[in-house]
């Protein structure tokens, strides 16, 4: 303890108070990628500066900062939260759009605090890298950020399972700088997209554009989300360095020139996860950690063209804490939970090229997943007692070609995308379905490709009140004769902009998406036969949205919308007798046995949101969804899914005080989750219960029970202390202050069990197939308050 205190008296008497740093800013047109001619100016401070493309502002005392850009022609951008570091030079970007004009060719000026597209005018919020950062309960994770958001929805546990307006995590997509990286979380669900941890390291995130409609064409296979994470730029004066030391885990970064001329620069981090020690002193009953690693390199060339070259990988590791106490709830943990190391990674390259009239990018990539999973009962590891043995790989190398380009007043992106994707799955399967119990061999390899074309384009009409898009695109796979038409899959979309005051605009947009179904499900062979490839299509969603935006002073924005989406085609598990939209919510895999596409579905809802950026060192958002999301059983009937919560209430503030203070809270509360019951007599059954480690869902009465209202309060405290060269960071971050009631309503279920940890067979002398263990019930723990800490050293 005196060596602690110690360190932070010398802490505070070797914090200076003269400390500055600088930045370049690249500014260019928002559409072609030209550089632009710009003026920048710090809020509430004198300092400015002007010229092109790359602007420099010098001697900036420490502290966090708002930016505004100028452009003749163009409207204001704002780059916002910039934390200035000490004898540092930050390297920021933004691009700027062009201003609306009257019939006299005069610059209308506009302010514009919150991004929106032609393409997409509703549905898309922006959040910045120090927003994600200083989010309480985020624990610097972007997925948790976005969770403060309007229409998201999560299960109430430390998972990141994200269900965005009614469907599930498998409808989400994520790409960094324009090349899709299909795994963002460690020990992520295969079939889905959800894991507990975040992979990408959000100091490199200069910001995140999350779409929960209105998706642009040029992406493919979005039903429901789509996350575009821009990365940074590296400073360009030399390497910097970055260490966190955290209570979860640690991590080591660099960035800087690479060359003399500074035109080459790269990002790096190193990741190792502390989790392990975390959650066994916190007695939880599994050990998860995890590495992971991403870069970026990136050569400027003087022409304003770009190459880059991007890379993020983990190794996931998994084991029991064996010493955790053996509370019914833990023991049934244990019993259920496979053991399941998994390693991914992406890879890719791209190339932007500017031509007289617009731009050029051309990205390739190539990732790969590395799923294995294990149990034996009892987690006795005998061959007798082996359950599953399942070991699954995903590759796909993908090429992108897109071109922006303009035709008079009309803006048009044109583009296409293939993809070349192998899977195999070499597994032996024990599994309890709804009517029998199945024993897979699977030995499967499969290569296709996947192909699409889009087009869309944008222009201003009736003296730029009134902006108006339209896209389509086509999709096909040469994976079977369901598929490979690229006529079935015609994707049309328009949104619509109508600024009807100065601070207020009415937004719509509509448009049908398809994604082909997981891989798990294409690739699933029985016998050398492809069991589901002449039965799986296209899923196909169709949007409708509609709201009005206000646009205050002072960086306040509210906005309200309505929404509706149809779902056709979605995969249905013939053993089970459910949709695939129910279920990925969990460790495992979703989507490997015999489906078809006979699956039904719609969601409806209307969103609220009132937010506001950071102006006297305070910020806040406040968010609310009203929603129902429903799918078919077995005889068409729309029913609740495993996401119609009616209600997502979401409240978060903080400020910055002095003394580089800052404090955040969040407040969440989300009305209970259906939840299928139980079967128990079947359950009990010493043939079922020792393959299935657990309960059964009885999904003849799929989600006819509700959980509790989940409901859990984050907090946050950060510290900084500034010195001549570097700064050092202390920060806190309590999820679930007060320990709430397990979402679940379901009762915990196990075995009684004897004095050797074997159940108890209640009719020992009745034939094999009759005999019953006794079980014992009770009810799930309360949350256990998830407390993170950890130090920041900056140079």
Same mark, same amino acid.
């Given at each position: 303890?005196?060596?602690?205190?110690?360190?932070?008296?010398?802490?505070?008497?070797?914090?200076?108070?003269?400390?500055?740093?600088?930045?370049?800013?690249?500014?260019?047109?928002?559409?072609?990628?030209?550089?632009?001619?710009?003026?920048?100016?710090?809020?509430?401070?004198?300092?400015?500066?002007?010229? #092109?493309?790359? &602007?420099?502002?010098? +001697?900036? /005392? *420490?502290? !966090?900062?708002?930016?505004?850009?100028?452009? $003749? @022609?163009?409207?204001?951008?704002?780059?916002?939260?910039?934390?200035?570091?000490?004898?540092?030079?930050?390297?920021?970007?933004?691009?700027?759009?062009?201003?609306?004009?009257?019939?006299?060719?005069?610059?209308?000026?506009?302010?514009?605090?919150?991004?929106?597209?032609?393409?997409?005018?509703?549905?898309?919020?922006?959040?910045?890298?120090?927003?994600?950062?200083?989010?309480?309960?985020?624990?610097?994770?972007?997925?948790?950020?976005?969770?403060?958001?309007?229409?998201?929805?999560?299960?109430?546990?430390?998972?990141?399972?994200?269900?965005?307006?009614?469907?599930?995590?498998?409808?989400? #997509?994520?790409? &960094?700088?324009?090349? +899709?990286? /299909? *795994?963002? !979380?460690?020990?992520?669900?295969?079939?889905? $997209? @959800?894991?507990?941890?975040?992979?990408?390291?959000?100091?490199?995130?200069?910001?995140?554009?999350?779409?929960?409609?209105?998706?642009?064409?040029?992406?493919?296979?979005?039903?429901?989300?789509?996350?575009?994470?821009?990365?940074?730029?590296?400073?360009?004066?030399?390497?910097?360095?970055?260490?966190?030391?955290?209570?979860?885990?640690?991590?080591?970064?660099?960035?800087?020139?690479?060359?003399?001329?500074?035109?080459?620069?790269?990002?790096?981090?190193?990741?190792?996860?502390?989790?392990?020690?975390?959650?066994?002193?916190?007695?939880?009953?599994?050990?998860?950690?995890?590495?992971?690693?991403?870069?970026?390199?990136?050569?400027?060339?003087?022409?304003?063209?770009?190459?880059?070259?991007?890379?993020?990988?983990?190794?996931?590791?998994?084991?029991?804490?064996?010493?955790?106490?053996?509370?019914?709830?833990?023991?049934?943990?244990?019993?259920?939970?496979?053991?399941?190391?998994?390693?991914?990674?992406?890879?890719?390259?791209?190339?932007?090229?500017?031509?007289?009239?617009?731009?050029?990018?051309?990205?390739?990539?190539?990732?790969?997943?590395?799923?294995?999973?294990?149990?034996?009962?009892?987690?006795?590891?005998?061959?007798?007692?082996?359950?599953?043995?399942?070991?699954?790989?995903?590759?796909?190398?993908?090429?992108?070609?897109?071109?922006?380009?303009?035709?008079?007043?009309?803006?048009?992106?044109?583009?296409?995308?293939?993809?070349?994707?192998?899977?195999?799955?070499?597994?032996?399967?024990?599994?309890?379905?709804?009517?029998?119990?199945?024993?897979?061999?699977?030995?499967?390899?499969?290569?296709?490709?996947?192909?699409?074309?889009?087009?869309?384009?944008?222009?201003?009409?009736?003296?730029?009140?009134?902006?108006?898009?339209?896209?389509?695109?086509?999709?096909?796979?040469?994976?079977?004769?369901?598929?490979?038409?690229?006529?079935?899959?015609?994707?049309?979309?328009?949104?619509?902009?109508?600024?009807?005051?100065?601070?207020?605009?009415?937004?719509?947009?509509?448009?049908?998406?398809?994604?082909?179904?997981?891989?798990?499900?294409?690739?699933?062979?029985?016998?050398?036969?492809?069991?589901?490839?002449?039965?799986?299509?296209?899923?196909?969603?169709?949007?409708?949205?509609?709201?009005?935006?206000?646009?205050?002073?002072?960086?306040?924005?509210?906005?309200?919308?309505?929404?509706?989406?149809?779902?056709?085609?979605?995969?249905?598990?013939?053993?089970?007798?459910?949709?695939?939209?129910?279920?990925?919510?969990?460790?495992?895999?979703?989507?490997?046995?015999?489906?078809?596409?006979?699956?039904?579905?719609?969601?409806?809802?209307?969103?609220?949101?009132?937010?506001?950026?950071?102006?006297?060192?305070?910020?806040?958002?406040?968010?609310?969804?009203?929603?129902?999301?429903?799918?078919?059983?077995?005889?068409?009937?729309?029913?609740?899914?495993?996401?119609?919560?009616?209600?997502?209430?979401?409240?978060?503030?903080?400020?910055?005080?002095?003394?580089?203070?800052?404090?955040?809270?969040?407040?969440?509360?989300?009305?209970?989750?259906?939840?299928?019951?139980?079967?128990?007599?079947?359950?009990?059954?010493?043939?079922?219960?020792?393959?299935?480690?657990?309960?059964?869902?009885?999904?003849?009465?799929?989600?006819?029970?509700?959980?509790?209202?989940?409901?859990?309060?984050?907090?946050?405290?950060?510290?900084?202390?500034?010195?001549?060269?570097?700064?050092?960071?202390?920060?806190?971050?309590?999820?679930?202050?007060?320990?709430?009631?397990?979402?679940?309503?379901?009762?915990?279920?196990?075995?009684?069990?004897?004095?050797?940890?074997?159940?108890?067979?209640?009719?020992?002398?009745?034939?094999?197939?009759?005999?019953?263990?006794?079980?014992?019930?009770?009810?799930?723990?309360?949350?256990?308050?998830?407390?993170?800490?950890?130090?920041?050293?900056?140079?």
């Amino acid at each position: 303890m005196k060596i602690i205190i110690t360190f932070f008296l010398c802490l505070f008497s070797m914090a200076g108070h003269a400390q500055v740093g600088s930045v370049n800013i690249s500014i260019d047109d928002e559409f072609s990628k030209k550089p632009l001619e710009a003026s920048v100016s710090i809020l509430n401070s004198e300092i400015t500066s002007s010229g #092109k493309s790359n &602007i420099q502002l010098l +001697e900036i /005392p *420490v502290g !966090n900062y708002t930016f505004e850009i100028s452009s $003749s @022609g163009y409207e204001t951008g704002f780059l916002y939260e910039i934390n200035i570091l000490p004898n540092q030079n930050l390297t920021l970007s933004i691009g700027l759009k062009k201003s609306k004009t009257t019939d006299i060719q005069e610059v209308v000026i506009t302010r514009k605090a919150y991004k929106t597209t032609a393409e997409s005018p509703l549905s898309l919020r922006n959040i910045t890298s120090e927003e994600v950062q200083k989010s309480a309960g985020s624990n610097r994770d972007v997925s948790k950020a976005i969770l403060s958001f309007p229409g998201v929805g999560s299960t109430p546990t430390f998972r990141n399972d994200l269900f965005i307006r009614g469907g599930s995590s498998a409808e989400n #997509k994520f790409y &960094i700088d324009g090349i +899709e990286v /299909p *795994v963002i !979380n460690h020990f992520q669900t295969q079939g889905a $997209s @959800g894991g507990p941890r975040g992979i990408i390291t959000v100091d490199f995130i200069k910001d995140v554009d999350f779409y929960s409609g209105a998706f642009p064409a040029k992406r493919n296979g979005v039903l429901s989300s789509l996350f575009e994470f821009n990365l940074k730029e590296a400073r360009k004066d030399k390497l910097g360095y970055k260490a966190i030391l955290g209570l979860d885990d640690m991590q080591f970064m660099m960035d800087g020139p690479l060359s003399k001329d500074q035109s080459w620069s790269g990002l790096f981090s190193v990741r190792k996860s502390n989790l392990q020690l975390l959650f066994k002193a916190i007695g939880l009953p599994f050990l998860p950690s995890y590495y992971d690693a991403t870069f970026k390199v990136s050569k400027k060339y003087s022409g304003g063209d770009e190459l880059y070259f991007i890379g993020l990988g983990a190794i996931d590791e998994f084991k029991f804490n064996e010493n955790a106490e053996k509370t019914l709830y833990n023991q049934t943990l244990i019993d259920r939970l496979p053991v399941s190391p998994q390693w991914n990674y992406t890879f890719g390259a791209g190339y932007r090229h500017l031509v007289d009239n617009g731009n050029w990018l051309f990205t390739y990539s190539r990732n790969m997943l590395d799923n294995q999973a294990t149990k034996y009962y009892r987690n006795r590891e005998t061959p007798e007692n082996l359950l599953y043995d399942y070991n699954s790989r995903e590759a796909e190398n993908k090429f992108r070609v897109d071109r922006n380009f303009q035709v008079q007043d009309y803006r048009v992106s044109a583009g296409s995308n293939i993809n070349f994707a192998k899977y195999s799955n070499n597994s032996t399967i024990k599994q309890v379905n709804q009517n029998e119990i199945n024993f897979d061999e699977i030995d499967s390899q499969i290569n296709f490709l996947q192909y699409g074309l889009y087009l869309q384009s944008s222009k201003l009409f009736f003296n730029d009140a009134l902006t108006v898009s339209l896209g389509a695109r086509v999709d096909a796979s040469n994976y079977s004769d369901e598929t490979s038409n690229p006529l079935e899959q015609f994707s049309p979309r328009l949104s619509l902009k109508y600024k009807i005051a100065e601070n207020w605009a009415l937004n719509f947009n509509s448009g049908i998406y398809y994604q082909l179904p997981a891989y798990t499900s294409l690739g699933y062979r029985l016998n050398d036969v492809l069991i589901n490839k002449n039965t799986l299509k296209y899923i196909k969603n169709s949007h409708i949205v509609g709201g009005v935006e206000y646009s205050g002073d002072n960086n306040l924005r509210l906005t309200v919308e309505g929404y509706y989406k149809k779902y056709k085609n979605y995969p249905f598990s013939l053993r089970n007798g459910i949709s695939l939209a129910n279920i990925g919510a969990d460790f495992g895999v979703v989507g490997s046995e015999p489906v078809d596409s006979r699956g039904l579905g719609e969601t409806y809802g209307f969103e609220f949101l009132v937010q506001k950026r950071t102006v006297n060192n305070f910020y806040g958002i406040l968010a609310y969804t009203f929603g129902y999301s429903k799918f078919s059983d077995s005889a068409g009937e729309l029913l609740p899914s495993s996401w119609d919560s009616r209600h997502i209430l979401s409240a978060s503030a903080g400020k910055y005080f002095k003394k580089n203070w800052n404090f955040g809270a969040r407040f969440r509360m989300q009305s209970g989750l259906p939840e299928t019951p139980y079967d128990l007599n079947r359950s009990s059954l010493v043939n079922v219960w020792n393959i299935a480690n657990g309960p059964i869902q009885d999904f003849s009465r799929l989600n006819t029970l509700r959980g509790n209202i989940s409901h859990q309060l984050d907090l946050r405290a950060e510290k900084k202390w500034v010195f001549n060269k570097w700064q050092f960071t202390v920060y806190m971050d309590i999820i679930n202050v007060y320990g709430s009631k397990n979402a679940s309503g379901l009762p915990v279920v196990n075995l009684q069990r004897d004095e050797m940890g074997d159940g108890i067979v209640a009719n020992p002398s009745a034939p094999q197939d009759q005999q019953v263990y006794l079980l014992d019930e009770g009810t799930a723990d309360s949350n256990t308050p998830l407390p993170y800490f950890g130090f920041i050293f900056e140079f």
